[in-house]
């Protein structure tokens, strides 16, 4: 059980190029999400989805896009990379909702992207 | 929508000694609270969470209290040790999501 696995763990990008971050998650989470922490600050919520076939935006989502085809995946895709998305990139997931109410995310390890 | 103010922005304090974090939300809405953990250059770590029909959680040396009708809620840390120094985010609630405060750097010094 990996958990949620994030690729790449580094990366340089150019303005203007392109990339695909990618999440993946074997834990059979319904909910999926993608944050942006800039240094020195806290999290903030790009993307989330809350099943295959269903996203929605969160607090920045300008300059970003995503798909769930499957439930195991949550790919994060970078359009026309500018250097305000050089930041750290994490993925979670959690199983949402159950009886005892909204359930704990788990984080991934986090891709740095810098732009230059 | 949710907002989470968190304070101090950092924490220093004598190993042994105790250590509190607090945060303030503004949605009545929110039932869920939880402290993530992050170490330097790592990802966040779920340390303890709180859902709005308890007032209290322990785990070991880590608590967390929650006052409703005031809308904040704290972390406490006692018997502090080095490994506990980290950034601390506290988090609400809101809907399907989480809104985070903006974290607290704690050090502990020997």
């Known amino acids: 059980n990996a958990g949620v696995t994030q690729t790449p763990k580094f990366r340089i990008l150019k303005i203007g190029q392109s990339m695909t971050l990618q999440c993946a998650q074997d834990?059979?989470?319904?909910?999926m999400y993608w944050y942006r922490q800039d240094p020195g600050m806290g999290l903030k919520l790009i993307y989330y989805?809350?099943?295959?076939?269903?996203?929605d935006k969160g607090e920045v989502p300008n300059g970003y896009n995503v798909s769930r085809s499957t439930t195991e995946d949550f790919p994060l895709r970078l359009e026309l990379a500018a250097p305000s998305q050089t930041s750290v990139y994490f993925c979670?997931?959690?199983?949402?909702?159950?009886?005892?109410?909204?359930?704990?995310?788990?984080f991934g390890d986090g891709t740095r992207l810098s732009i230059l | 929508g949710e907002n989470v103010e968190q304070h101090p922005s950092t924490l220093s304090v004598q190993e042994g000694d105790s250590a509190v974090i607090k945060c303030t939300y503004s949605?009545?809405?929110?039932?869920?609270f939880p402290w993530y953990k992050q170490e330097l250059g790592k990802r966040p770590q779920l340390i303890i969470d709180?859902?709005?029909?308890?007032g209290e959680k322990k785990d070991q040396r880590i608590a967390v209290t929650l006052n409703k009708t005031a809308k904040h809620f704290s972390l406490h840390i006692t018997e502090t040790q080095p490994e506990d120094s980290a950034v601390y985010f506290c988090?609400?609630?809101?809907?399907?999501?989480?809104?985070f405060g903006q974290g607290t750097r704690l050090t502990i010094n020997p």
């Open positions: 979670a997931s959690s199983y949402g909702y159950t009886g005892t109410g909204i359930q704990p995310q788990h």
């Open positions: 989805s809350v099943g295959a076939g269903i996203t």
């Open positions: 834990m059979n989470h319904n909910y």
């Open positions: 988090a609400a609630s809101e809907a399907q999501k989480l809104v």
């Open positions: 949605d009545s809405a929110s039932n869920y």
């Open positions: 709180i859902r709005s029909n308890v």
